[in-house]
Each structure stands twice: as structure tokens, then as C-alpha cells.
């Protein structure tokens, strides 16, 4: 176990979804930076053809294959497709890595959803990477390729705060997938990865914290952010090291080791320690969130009121209490 060679993306066709901006753009400039053959996938038709110019840039050899293709991935439909096209460009052979990067969150309290907003939130953070998922793994059983269907979580799919009750409804599900999917693909010789990441500084931040509640903004506050850079970093050396669930700072171990239950460990004694540090520390964070969020009520019931979301009898009510 000490003499692991590391998997080493050169050479390889790395498939990256939501590959045009953020993590996605950054984790696809690295792997080409390292030599690998690089097949990003988005939407946006400007953005993709802005990704391949960053890609060419950085290129290492002029055998390397950097391609962009435009597809919605939220549907099975949509992710074989994309798929497919990829793959043409390598003699039909399937991806020896997904990465799957796609996704986007809309905070915003649970009062204020309806069905429809529940189910787009779904689309948004769950079937942006499980349908990929499920097209690669048809593909690769089908034809007897192994792999590496690596997943893009968020530390949000370990805990919830206030804010974000539809995005980690959609993590939390795609923890429990890429779960049953470890231990599922080991019939097919296909690894599963899923990263963890905390807040990433980009442009999608800065979108979601126009949006974002008040209350969970002032519970942010002192959180430490990390560049897209910086978890592309980490991201890889955590597929490089065979880890499972994959967490690159000091505060995604903490609550990596606190919630992992029978998860696979990266390093049973660091782990023990990071589990320790979260039995002690965990139930004062959390204390203290829910401190905030109390000592926001007032203004909450304000805000509601101002939504047509709370009769003004209520408003009485709650205020004499």
C-alpha cells in the first residue's frame, strides 16, 4: 500500500461536464497542463469556444486531443449524446475519466418554492451529474472498459445550514449514489470518486450571493474560500491517491471524518484525529449557527411579510412572543 503507483491522467481521455467556467474550466486546463486528452462539455456555445482558447494555450504536445461540445447533461438522453460525440473523436473508445463538474445552486428559503422550483433545483445539483453517470456506466459495461466516474459534491452534501434547503437535497442524493455506485462498479472494474469542496471563489459565487438569504450570508461570513485553482488541485490528487470521498483542507476532513460512517477512510489515523477534532468542535459550531439563525427571526418575519408569505396576524403573533 506504500508503493501505490498514482494514476496519471497523461495520455488519457479526461471528460469534463460544466467544463466552459468555474472548477470545470480550471480542473480541464490543469489535466491539460498534464499531458491528458481533454473533452469539455457545457452549454454556452461563447463560453465553450473562450474554454478551448484557455486549452490551447496550455496545450503540452500536438498529439493532444481538446475538443468542446455543447449539451444539456441533465437528461440521460442529453448526457449519452454528449457522450457519444466525445467518444467519436477516440475511435468510439469510452472516457478513461469523467469528471463530472455540472451544476449550479439557487439559495433561498424553503417557504418561498413551489413544486416546480423543488424539481428544477433536482435537475440543477442531482441529474446535471447522475445522468452522465448512468449514460457512462450503460457505455462502459456494455463494452467492457473500466474507468473513473469521479463526482463533484459540495461540503453542503456532509451538513445543511439555512439557504440551502433544495441545493443539498439534490448533494445529499448524489453522496448516496456515488455510495452505491462504489461499491456497485466494483463488479465492472470502474472507480467512483466524489469531491467535497467548500466555497470556490467564481463567477457563479458571486451570482448566488446576490440571491442568497441574509441570514446565511452573516453565517458565511468568516468561511474561507478556496480558487477554482486551488480545488482542481486538490481534486486530482485525490483521484491520483484512489481516494473515495475526497476533501482537500483542513475543514472538509473535519466533516469528511465526523459524517463517513462506513465510507472507505483515506488514512485511518489522520481520520481518527479529524474525527476527533469534529466530536469536540461540531456541536459548538453548530450551536452557534443555530444562535444566528434565531437572533435573525425579527428581520425574518419582516422579509416574509414583505413576500406576501405571512398574514399580518402571524406577524402580531410571532412578535408579542
Known amino acids: 500500500m506504500f508503493f501505490k503507483s498514482k494514476w496519471d491522467p497523461r495520455g488519457r481521455h479526461c471528460f469534463i461536464t ?3 467556467s468555474g472548477l470545470g474550466l480550471s480542473l480541464a486546463i490543469l489535466l491539460t497542463k498534464r499531458g491528458a486528452d481533454v473533452s469539455i462539455v457545457a452549454r454556452n456555445e461563447e463560453r465553450l469556444q473562450k474554454a478551448l482558447e484557455a486549452l490551447e494555450a496550455v496545450r503540452q504536445t500536438p498529439n493532444q486531443l481538446l475538443k468542446t461540445y455543447s449539451f444539456a447533461v441533465d437528461t440521460e438522453a442529453g448526457a449519452a449524446s454528449a457522450l457519444e460525440a466525445a467518444c467519436q473523436a477516440h475511435g468510439g473508445t469510452s472516457p478513461d475519466a469523467l469528471f463530472l ?3 449550479k445552486s439557487r439559495p433561498g428559503f424553503f417557504v418561498e418554492q413551489d413544486e416546480a422550483s423543488l424539481r428544477k433545483a433536482l435537475d440543477e445539483t442531482y441529474y446535471a451529474q447522475a445522468s452522465s453517470a448512468l449514460a457512462a456506466a450503460k457505455r462502459m459495461v456494455r463494452r467492457g472498459e473500466k474507468g473513473k466516474i469521479v463526482f463533484v459534491n459540495s461540503v453542503l452534501g456532509y451538513f445543511s445550514i439555512v439557504g440551502y434547503s433544495t441545493y443539498s437535497s439534490g448533494k445529499f442524493a448524489l453522496r448516496g449514489l456515488a455510495e452505491a455506485l462504489h461499491s456497485e462498479f466494483t463488479l465492472y472494474g470502474i472507480d467512483v470518486h466524489i469531491c467535497f469542496p467548500g466555497t470556490i471563489y467564481t463567477p457563479g459565487y458571486e451570482e448566488e450571493n446576490r440571491i442568497k438569504p441574509k441570514v446565511t450570508l452573516k453565517i458565511e461570513e468568516s468561511d474561507s474560500g478556496a480558487t477554482p485553482e486551488v480545488v482542481a488541485e486538490g ?6 491517491n484512489g481516494d473515495f470521498h475526497i476533501t482537500y483542507d483542513f475543514i472538509g476532513n473535519v466533516f469528511r471524518a465526523s459524517t463517513a460512517g462506513s465510507t472507505p477512510r483515506n488514512n485511518m489515523l489522520l481520520d481518527c ?7 469536540i468542535a461540531l ?5 452557534s449557527v443555530d444562535s444566528a439563525v434565531r437572533s435573525h427571526r425579527q428581520e425574518h418575519q419582516e422579509y416574509l411579510t414583505s413576500r406576501d408569505l405571512l398574514d399580518n396576524n402571524a406577524t402580531a403573533t410571532s412578535t408579542s412572543k
Request: aromatic share 16%; hydrophobic share 40%.
Open 18 to 20: 460544466g467544463g466552459s
Open 101 to 103: 463538474c455540472a451544476g
Open 235 to 240: 481534486l486530482l490528487c485525490g483521484v491520483q
Open 273 to 279: 484525529l479529524y474525527g476527533l477534532i469534529g466530536f
Open 283 to 287: 456541536p459548538f459550531w453548530r450551536r
